[in-house]
């Protein structure tokens, strides 16, 4: 499949640098950190949530757990995980899983964990579950300039 058309739009039409890394078919992102050689901290895990106003994705360090009732204080609201169906429905050039973190191109809002502001390199997915966008840690803060910044996980 490599790069879903909607990640390659819009990184393209916002002048941010990235590659592209191929890599072994993973079932997960820690495996992918494995394959690709890329350290886990790194890597920015997607998970989508929503409530009765929208959803709402939350971008987390891969090694990290989502602290749903910590993000739903600070938001006011009583988000949930959304199941996998819908999932595929929101971001449907992806592979089921494999969805990435820029959810502005999708029309979803999104929240990112503050330990991934930090970082000189971040990774996510593509689209699928074989390549990887690369960025540096400038290029993924411009992209994620508009994004509020929270505490929203802890390391697993």
Same mark, same amino acid.
């Given at each position: 499949?490599?790069?879903?058309?909607?990640?390659?739009?819009?990184?393209?039409?916002?002048?941010?640098?990235?590659?592209?890394?191929?890599?072994?078919?993973?079932?997960?992102?820690?495996?992918?950190?494995?394959?690709?050689?890329?350290?886990?901290?790194?890597?920015?895990?997607? *998970? =989508?949530?929503?409530?009765?106003?929208?959803?709402?994705?939350?971008?987390?360090? &891969?090694?990290?757990?989502?602290? /749903?009732? $910590?993000?739903?204080?600070?938001?006011?609201?009583?988000?949930?995980?959304?199941?996998?169906?819908?999932?595929?429905?929101?971001?449907?050039?992806?592979?089921?899983?494999?969805?990435?973190?820029?959810?502005?191109?999708?029309?979803?809002?999104? *929240? =990112?964990?503050?330990?991934?502001?930090?970082?000189?390199?971040?990774?996510?997915? &593509?689209?699928?579950?074989?390549? /990887?966008? $690369?960025?540096?840690?400038?290029?993924?803060?411009?992209?994620?300039?508009?994004?509020?910044?929270?505490?929203?996980?802890?390391?697993?």
């Amino acid at each position: 499949m490599a790069v879903a058309t909607t990640i390659q739009d819009y990184l393209d039409s916002h002048r941010l640098a990235y590659q592209i890394i191929q890599h072994p078919h993973t079932k997960t992102l820690k495996q992918a950190a494995e394959v690709a050689h890329i350290p886990p901290d790194q890597m920015a895990k997607p *998970v =989508l949530l929503g409530d009765d106003i929208n959803y709402l994705l939350a971008i987390i360090p &891969a090694t990290h757990r989502l602290d /749903l009732d $910590r993000l739903n204080q600070i938001m006011a609201r009583s988000l949930e995980v959304i199941e996998d169906d819908e999932v595929a429905l929101t971001f449907s050039d992806c592979e089921q899983g494999a969805i990435p973190v820029v959810g502005e191109a999708y029309g979803v809002d999104a *929240v =990112l964990d503050a330990g991934l502001s930090h970082q000189q390199e971040v990774f996510f997915e &593509a689209g699928d579950h074989q390549h /990887l966008v $690369r960025m540096s840690g400038d290029d993924f803060r411009l992209l994620m300039e508009h994004v509020p910044r929270v505490h929203v996980s802890h390391h697993i």
